[in-house]
């Protein structure tokens, strides 16, 4: 590749050094300075519209829009100076003359940039006397819900289905100061990727139904994760509101998802929130299975298993960690699992982004760990041996098939209902309650965090296998999910060198990988 | 002539020296008058000649920004491999002029004649004639001699025998002032939304559908004509002042004046004697106030900066205005200015394509305030917060619409501050309308 | 009585003549009309710069430009509906509801406003029993509107009738000018 010239330039007296072609405001950027803006979006085309981020640059007449104007050799810009403060103050008032302030009851308070950026360099009053623009607010089908009151035309809407949906279903109706986002009567925002307009949007215009009037911006925990609802794996936040899971949203990754996840994933986290939980661990009594000490379980468990031949139906839902530790369980045997599949459906403005087919975040994991996909999931099982039900809640599996095993051990946080013949339970976190990796189909292997408070005396799912290899008499140590991933990697080939700390949280490829391109921030010239 | 009244002595009818007649719409009165002679002899010519004649002749675009035209057209690299197009801006819509109108309505043929001089000088193919939706008898005539030209073979696949392609199609618009401007014009040529862009780039290197455009303003191609037959040197003479300013201007005239109508002078002609002589002076009884110059978003002139000012590019900038579209809007002493100003600003706010926030928020609030003051509810505050979101109207958008309806708010204020204050102090009682922000 | 164009005031009530709305709709691009789009592609590189023209044709045939023909003109330049309407919408010329069979539109821009296109507007109104700008008159035959600079400011007070341009009407010329059109 040829070598990208540098261009040296100076943003409010600190020296910024960028590639040719780079604008002024992500030039900021990596000065640690961020220009005020709403139409400028990273993963959009530029509008140049909103003239928020207008910034001074000596020797030029006009306030430049920083989002518009890319750098220059030598240029010296002024983000606050007392023109720009003053032009960004006048963009303020003019926004605001037709806004209601209703942040009382807007679900966009406290992650407003309206209200955010008022607060930095607004005006305390407002000069307005007249009436305020009004027009109802109106159902845009899908998960999405229009208050025009409240928008500042910033379109940032209409650009991403135009131009990284390639669905115009959106558009911009009227003008002047009539205008607001209009869509065609009888054609609503059914693309499956549309709900990211509501987290493009800068102000509380587009809602998300689903979350509406749940929570308060600041009563929200969040939660660096990765989405399990397919292989793609795109990078999200999971926020929670006293330990239950109510918002998932993208996560900007450039290798990934860009800045965008599609509806399906994002709406399907109610059964991470699931109540019907096994919250004690169980073993075998003479009436059934009985609650009992997690040393008494796992030793149970270490017992059955202890030489005998083992299956493992194992979940995709599991990390590598989790994975891991179960083929260590194996003793010469052998695992399977199933996925869900649907229908894919790709976002056609980034590159290999999509709701992939298979629904699950590790299926590529787990096949890498050595487990095999089937679709009979029960099929390897033979005469005797010893299954091990890991996540799995063998939903439509045959019970003649499961009468071959000489043993039951489920490990999971939902009880299975063919489970009566378990010998022992152990009662795991699910997906995000615990800490882990997993690998998407692309090879990448990214971490997912802890998001809420497993129930009862639930237990992540490495740790009560690792208890358990080491009932078993193995040499196992883990206090911490890193120590399981860094024994995954001294030991499989395909994650040798990676570590949690340089997976961060963006992520690696595993080494045997294809090779991928970045795809963001997409360099979507305006048109 | 200033149609539609007689010719006047001191006009210099170079373009509208056959407004009236019939017959000259036609393609064979056109060719008894001399049409098509300057095509033929461009279609003879090196393109890079052209531009140089042009720009020899000092001939500045007409439509309002004063652009040098040759230079305009030397921007278009010929042999880019690219298709080059030629937009002709016939959506005059900015209040008080209305010299194009005239012109596509009386000769037409001379600007089928200007766009194939145009397009063949830039190495366009295509130029399109772009006529505002409500022009519908100009939209005819120029259809009529667009047909008339094809069927003779003077614009087509070989244009009078040249070996050359010139199509000229006619584009009818749909109702937006903003169309007018460059950018918005090719959008609104693509079948989008008639927003401005932003530029860079430039037209002449990413235009209509995404290709090295040129767009110039119908008196501008319709000038080349006569440039090109005459000479350059008989162009630059027609001027009495500045070299910058050079030939003939058309002038639309009107508001309250004896003999409004489309006027033709040489640059640099006194204005006093234009609005008193040629236009005939105010209506019995009254007396001049002010002038708006060059179109509504200009600045406003009291009688003694217009009197003082000298008709040309220069002159109109020393005068405390600018020349603009040539279109003189006078206003006499019945007119109350602040009725007149506010309503500019409504229809600045009715025109504004809603894009940059200034813009799309000012305009409509500036017309509020004033339409409050001219209803006699202004309040003291009213005139800063107009000069100050007049200010944040200026040089802050993507087009200069914002800046074209501050404009006329502030100098109107500037020079005519006590009307305003007349209106606002005769109020009876100041309700105290609650901010409802 | 002159309504508020600007902040938000919603735009003219044309309900109130809504007959043609509720017909069921007839493709209007076929046969000689299929034909006319067919020749007015050929002048432009894209599709999507047709829309303009097609628009005109739609609200030629029909007077108006309803959904459905936004939907019709959509599909054949391969546009979605949401954005012609995105389109349509930005112009003033094209009628997203029914008008009257005349459709009379005054210039009161500042130029013709102090030459008193005020009092053509009254005397339009008056004489055309609409009552209030941008209704229909019961028996459906007009339609008055303000409208901004039509360009003939030099012959104020310049008024359209559907595609007639009329220089230079004053009140007393009005009833004569309507009494043309019966």
Known sequence: MAEKKMVNLTIEGRPVSVVEGTTILEAAKTAGILIPHYCYHPGLPIAGVCRMCLVEVEKAPKLAPSCATTVAEGQVVRVYSEKSLDARKGVLEMLLINHPLDCPICDQSGECELQDYTYQEGREDSRYREPKRFNPAEDFGGDVIYVPNRCILCTRCVRFMDDVAHDPTLNVSERGDRALIGKFEGKDLTHPWAANVVDLCPVGALLSKDFLNKARAWELDRTASICPNCTQGCNVTMETRENQLVRMRPRPNENVNAFFMCDWGRLNYRWMNEKNRVEKPMVRAKNGLAASSWEAAISAAARALNGKKVFVAASPMLSNESLFLLTELMQGGSGAFRVTEGEEAPLPGVEDLALRRERAANVYGAEKLGFNKTKDLLGGLGQGDVLVIAGEDLAGIDASALARAGDVIVISSVLPEAAGKASVVLPIANYSEEEGTVTNLRGRVQRFTQAKQAPGETRPSWLVLGDLLGAMGKQTNFFLPSEVFAKLASSNTSFAGLSYDSLGFKGLPLVDAPPTHPKAPIAVAAR | ?437 | ?182
């Open chain 3, 1 to 182: 009585m002159t309504p508020d164009l600007v902040g938000g005031v919603e735009s003219p009530d044309y309900a109130s003549h809504d007959r043609a709305a509720h017909e069921p709709y007839v493709a209007v691009f076929t046969g000689d009309v299929k034909r006319e789009l067919d020749e007015l592609l050929t002048r432009y590189p894209t599709k999507m710069a047709a829309l303009l023209p097609a628009l005109w044709i739609v609200q030629r045939e029909r007077g108006w430009v309803s959904d459905e023909g936004m939907a019709e003109v959509a599909g054949f330049l391969d546009l979605t509906p949401a954005y012609v309407k995105g389109v349509v919408t930005f112009y003033t010329m094209y009628h997203q509801h029914p008008v009257g069979k005349y459709f009379i539109q005054v210039c009161t821009t500042s130029p013709c406003g102090i030459c008193g296109a005020e009092d053509v507007v009254k005397a339009f109104l008056r004489h055309t029993n609409t009552g209030e700008l941008g209704l229909t008159s019961p028996d459906g035959r007009y339609t008055v509107i303000e409208v901004e600079c039509l360009g003939a400011c030099g012959f104020a007070t310049p008024v359209m009738i559907n595609e007639e341009f009329i220089e230079s009407v004053t009140p007393d010329r009005v009833p004569e000018l309507l009494a043309r059109l019966a």
């Open chain 2, 1 to 437: 002539m200033g149609f539609p009244h007689h010719p006047h002595p001191r006009e210099t009818t170079v373009l509208t020296k056959h407004f009236g007649e019939a017959d000259a719409r036609t393609l064979a009165g056109w060719k008894k008058r001399g049409g098509y002679k300057a095509l033929e002899k461009a279609l003879g010519m090196q393109p890079t000649d052209i531009v140089n004649v042009v720009k020899e002749s000092g001939l500045r675009g007409r439509g309002g920004a004063g652009f040098p035209t040759g230079l305009k057209w030397s921007f278009m690299k010929p042999g880019d491999g690219k298709p080059h197009y030629l937009c002709c801006n016939a959506d005059e819509s900015e209040p008080g002029t209305f010299k194009d109108r005239e012109l596509m309505r009386w000769t037409p043929h001379a600007l089928v004649e200007g766009c194939a001089i145009g397009a063949y000088a830039i190495g366009a193919e295509t130029a399109y004639v772009y006529i505002r939706g409500e022009f519908t008898e100009p939209l005819y005539w120029m259809e009529q001699a667009v047909k008339e030209a094809y069927a003779a073979g003077i614009i087509g696949k070989n244009a009078m025998g040249s070996g050359k392609r010139i199509d000229v199609h006619v584009h009818k618009g749909a109702g937006a002032y903003i169309c007018g401007e460059e950018t918005a014009l090719m959008e609104s040529l693509e079948g989008r939304r008639g927003n401005p862009r932003i530029k860079p780039p430039f037209p002449a290197v990413s235009g209509v559908f995404g290709m090295p455009t040129t767009i110039n303003n119908v008196e501008t191609l319709i000038a080349a004509a006569p440039i090109l037959l005459n000479g350059a040197d008989w162009y630059k003479k027609m001027s009495l002042s500045s070299p910058k300013s050079t030939g003939t201007k058309l002038y639309s005239v009107c508001g309250n004046v004896q003999r409004p109508g489309t006027y033709e002078v040489v640059m640099g002609f006194p204005f006093k004697e234009f609005l008193y002589d040629l236009c005939g002076g105010p209506l019995h009884g009254r007396k001049f106030k002010a002038v708006i110059p060059g179109g509504a978003s200009v600045p406003i002139q009291n009688m003694e900066e217009a009197e003082a000012t000298l008709m040309d590019y220069e002159g109109f900038v020393a005068g405390g205005s600018m020349l603009g579209s040539g279109g003189v809007i006078v206003i006499d002493d019945a007119q109350p200015m602040v009725t007149v100003i506010a309503r500019l600003a409504r229809f600045f706010a009715h025109e504004s394509c809603g894009q940059c926030t200034q813009c799309r928020e000012g305009t409509a609030w500036t017309t509020k305030i004033l339409e409050r003051i001219r209803d006699g509810e202004g309040t003291v505050e009213d005139l800063d917060t107009l000069l100050d979101i007049g200010e944040q109207m200026t040089g802050k958008t993507i087009c200069v619409l914002s800046d074209s309806c501050a404009v006329p708010v502030i100098s109107g204020i500037k020079k005519f501050r006590g009307e305003f204050e007349a209106l606002i102090q005769g109020r009876r009682f100041h309700p105290v309308t609650a901010a409802v922000a």
